[in-house]
């Protein structure tokens, strides 16, 4: 079965202190991993797409790798306004231009919180 | 540009009432989604539909239904609405090009079913 996991649940890190959140997949045929911010009350915003293994995205402190079994999220020196849940997400099926194209699967989700 | 906009924001509903969500979009978008989220499940997907008159299933259908009479709108219905459907409800739209597959979302709408 086709699954997205996502770890660790939450993470607390303090100014300063960089750290990973870690996507792990089974999707078959993948094509595509998306990174996702979602903040309190808010839906979720686009980060990222990685579409083969050994890419690469940047922004800001924000890097996110893929490999062939798993995605992973780099937070480089995270400040407070990074605290929010970063949700990663891959098409259900290999991608399909007609009928049931690119239905995404979503992990439950990490849980960042920043402080000072 | 708007975005994704969902309307209304937050509802209450009794057992057995009706209700009917909307989600606008004014990207010109083919493909629209309709998520819940609950606590612990993640977002999963309702319903959708690839372009102007056309839905179908995702992996939780049961209890709502949806219609895409014009492009930009995009409508989910409770007709007998049940606790278990309390949920925060999201749309999604993306543009149907080849090779590209960002979903925007829009703002949520917060349900509670008593």
């Known amino acids: 079965e086709d699954q997205v996991t996502q770890s660790p649940e939450a993470l607390r890190l303090q100014e300063g202190e960089s750290s990973s959140l870690n996507c792990s997949y089974t999707v078959s045929g993948l094509r595509g991993l998306f990174w996702y911010r979602q903040d309190p009350g808010k839906g979720p915003e686009f980060l990222f797409t990685?579409?083969?293994a050994g890419e690469e995205k940047e922004k800001e402190r924000l890097k996110a790798t893929l490999t062939k079994k798993e995605s992973f999220l780099h937070i480089t020196a995270p400040k407070p306004e990074d605290s929010a849940t970063y949700l990663c997400a891959a098409p259900l099926h290999p991608y399909c231009y007609t009928g049931t194209a690119s239905k995404l699967t979503f992990g439950t989700g990490t849980r960042l919180q920043v402080t000072l | 540009n708007a975005g994704v906009t969902q309307t209304p924001k937050f509802r209450v509903l009794k057992t057995g009432q009706s209700m009917t969500l909307l989600c606008a979009q004014d990207?010109?978008?083919?493909?629209m989604y309709w998520y819940r989220q609950d606590p612990g499940m993640g977002l999963r997907l309702i319903h959708y539909?690839?372009?102007?008159?056309?839905?179908a299933k995702g992996e939780v259908p049961d209890g709502y239904n949806v219609s895409r009479l014009k492009k930009q709108n995009f409508l989910l219905g409770l007709e007998s609405a049940a606790p278990s459907q309390t949920s925060v409800y999201f749309c999604?739209?993306?543009?149907?090009?080849?090779?590209?597959?960002?979903?925007?979302f829009g703002p949520g709408t917060r349900l509670t079913v008593l």
């Open positions: 539909s690839v372009g102007e008159g056309t839905t």
């Open positions: 990207m010109n978008h083919e493909y």
């Open positions: 990685l579409y083969s």
């Open positions: 999604a739209s993306r543009t149907g090009d080849r090779g590209y597959n960002e979903q925007f």
